[in-house]
């Protein structure tokens, strides 16, 4: 064979082993990818992370913008057109995710959390699962839509949004400047999680709903002295009985569409089976409190969606063991229902504490959004449960209200029906977002992707 040919030859096959085929190899490598981009928050620097996705978006023609406040901190968006039938077409569907990732500490991981190492059958990195595994099946299902040259009913926008971990400015910035860009009817985003139950069902959870956290801070106030002479207004004695009685006491219980229709879905399962006859006590304003104490003894994880929680969590007080300080300070992480406001916890919570001598106020910061749950009956929530149904015979699709808060709940603010999407499969049981040795395997990241695609193209293709 001539010299030529076979260099030729030997450089196409090479440019053709860089092409990562199908969804699966794709997703992958945008993942390895966006983990070796640090965008850390703080700062962030999420520009980088736009700066590639508009890369590879630009390399398979799909047209891509960068916008944002701050040049370092950039979001991106990139939208497929439903093309010439558009005056017809239906309302866009938004895949959502974020760019920056919450701080990792390499003394604590076994390998460098900014590396993509492969090892034992995971990929390791911070974001692995928070969030750029989502963000990475996004832009593979993006990038496949195009490549297959899919007919769409519907705009499929992919939004990748900085500042999620510390301070929501990307999507706040983007809700007042750029709403038109994003707007869709309804809006995949992390939130959701896939697990395996003990009688062998996979749950799959969908978030429809979020606590809304509302940090309080308590403060005693007193009067400073000796601490040789104790004194009756000691602010470090009132703080402590403060904390004591709030996080002893019940908080009250109340169920909404989505925790409603968790429980009783969950009941059927063999390993739940105990829930069963709890249901109607929890509806019951009499045998509420007693029920969910129950529940709590044996799942802390469902008691946490029955009622607002109280965790005191940071305390300052004095400055030398002899001098009684004037003043001490609790900050208490309070994840409130969404049908509850600030305004009732706060006047709840000084009921509760009952001492003057201890004040009551919210932490400076962001307030995010109460909202309802998104619907149940909406195309892209029907087509899910279908997808998921299909997928996979021991698939139970339920609606989910997380602990935690994600960007979801400014959206949902603005009319938009917004579904944390259980793509993944929570591997050995755990969750080690913002944990250490954060991981997802290469399956995993495969069969998430693919169940994307099959959501995205049922609510957004054309038949
Ligand atoms: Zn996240």
């Keep these: 064979m001539p010299r030529l040919i076979l260099l030729l030859l030997i450089s196409a096959l090479a440019a ?123 832009l593979a299902v993006l990038v496949e839509l195009k490549l297959r040259n899919v007919r769409l009913k519907r705009d499929v926008i992919l939004l990748s949004e900085c500042d999620e971990e510390a301070g929501s400015t990307g999507i706040t910035w983007l809700i007042r400047n750029a709403w038109p860009k994003i707007q869709a009817e309804f809006a995949l985003n992390e939130g959701g999680a896939a697990l395996d139950t003990k009688s062998r069902a996979r749950l799959y959870q969908v978030q429809t709903s979020e606590k809304i956290p509302t940090r309080v801070v308590l403060t005693g106030k007193g009067t400073a002295g000796h601490g040789s002479l104790p004194r009756p207004d000691n602010p470090v004695v009132h703080l402590a009985r403060a904390i004591t009685r709030l ?72 400055m030398k063991v002899n001098v009684i300080p004037n003043q001490a300070a609790a900050q208490v992480d309070v994840r409130r229902l969404p049908n509850e406001t600030r305004q009732e916890i706060e006047s709840r919570f000084r009921n509760i504490i009952n001492d003057p001598a201890v004040a009551i106020a919210p932490e400076a910061g962001q307030d995010m959004p109460a909202t309802e749950p998104s619907s149940l009956t909406t195309d892209l929530y029907v087509a899910m449960e279908k997808v998921f149904k299909q997928a996979d015979a021991n698939a139970v699709v339920v609606p989910f209200m997380s602990r935690g808060a994600t960007d979801g709940s400014y959206l949902r603010q603005k009319g938009m029906a917004v579904y944390g999407v259980p793509l993944f499969l929570r591997e050995g049981g755990e969750s ?14 495969k069969h998430g992707t693919e169940l994307l695609y099959k959501a995205v193209t049922a609510v957004a293709a054309q038949p």
Excluded: C
Aim: hydrophobic share 40%; aromatic share 6%.
């Design 247 to 318: 996080a002893d006491a019940s908080q009250p219980v109340q169920l909404n569409t989505t925790t409603r229709r968790y429980l009783s879905e969950i009941a059927k399962l063999p390993d739940y089976q105990w829930l069963q006859p709890m249901l109607a006590k929890l509806e019951n304003p009499a045998t509420a409190l007693a029920a969910a104490d129950q529940i709590a003894a044996r799942d802390p994880e469902l008691n946490a969606m029955l009622r607002t929680s109280v965790s005191p969590t940071m305390l300052t007080a004095g």
């Design 16 to 138: 053709q082993a860089q092409q990562p085929n199908g969804l699966g190899d794709r997703a992958r490598r945008y993942l390895v990818d966006l983990i070796r981009i640090d965008t850390t928050n703080p700062p962030g620097n999420e520009t980088r992370a736009a700066n590639y996705l508009k890369q590879v978006a630009e390399a398979n023609g799909i047209t891509a913008e960068l916008l944002g406040e701050k040049p370092a901190r950039l979001n991106f968006v990139a939208r497929l057109t439903a093309g010439s039938q558009s005056a017809d077409a239906a309302r866009p569907l938004l895949l959502i995710a974020h760019s920056d990732v919450v701080p990792a500490d390499p003394s604590q991981w076994t390998v460098p959390p900014f590396s993509a190492a492969f090892r034992d059958g995971f990929i390791y990195g911070r974001g692995a699962q928070d969030d750029k595994s989502l963000l990475a099946a996004e």
């Design 432 to 445: 080690r977002a913002h944990g250490n040795d954060e991981r997802i395997s290469p399956e995993n990241l």
